[in-house]
């Protein structure tokens, strides 16, 4: 059984900073991108960011592009999600994403890429 575990999330102001960390447990896995989604009240689950686990190719969402920045550890399958400048609007419970690494090549935005998810963390903006 894959697990992925986040950590990271808690109350900040508009404007400051918060890093999230994304670790599995459980048995090792293969996977070919890993990422973020987040629901904020209210609203539907949204993609975050992804990236490509062998060559660290990014994506990320419009809402958080310029702001936000996703990186890996590639050896250990961890992810971690860096957010600068945030904004009430980015309050939501943030989930870590995981495919299986059957497929490869394909765009990982979307939820039906992944496999795995969190149990998600949240984070919250205050203005």
């Known amino acids: 059984q894959v697990q992925l575990v986040e950590s990271g999330g808690r109350l900040v102001q508009a404007g400051e900073s918060l890093r999230l960390s994304c670790a599995p447990s459980?048995?090792?896995?293969?996977?070919?991108?890993m990422g973020w989604f987040r629901r904020a009240p209210g609203k539907e689950r949204e993609f975050v960011a992804s990236?490509?686990?062998?060559?660290?190719?990014?994506y990320y969402s419009d809402s958080v592009k310029g702001r936000f920045t996703i990186s890996r550890d590639n050896n250990k399958n961890f992810v971690f999600l860096q957010m600068n400048d945030l904004k009430p609007e980015d309050t939501a419970i943030y989930y870590c994403?995981?495919?299986?690494?059957?497929?490869?090549?394909?765009?990982?935005?979307?939820?039906?890429?992944?496999?795995?998810w969190g149990q998600g963390t949240q984070v919250t903006v205050s203005s």
């Open positions: 990236v490509t686990m062998r060559n660290g190719r990014t």
């Open positions: 994403v995981a495919d299986n690494g059957r497929d490869y090549g394909y765009r990982p935005t979307r939820e039906e890429n992944f496999d795995y």
């Open positions: 459980g048995r090792t896995f293969a996977t070919y991108a």
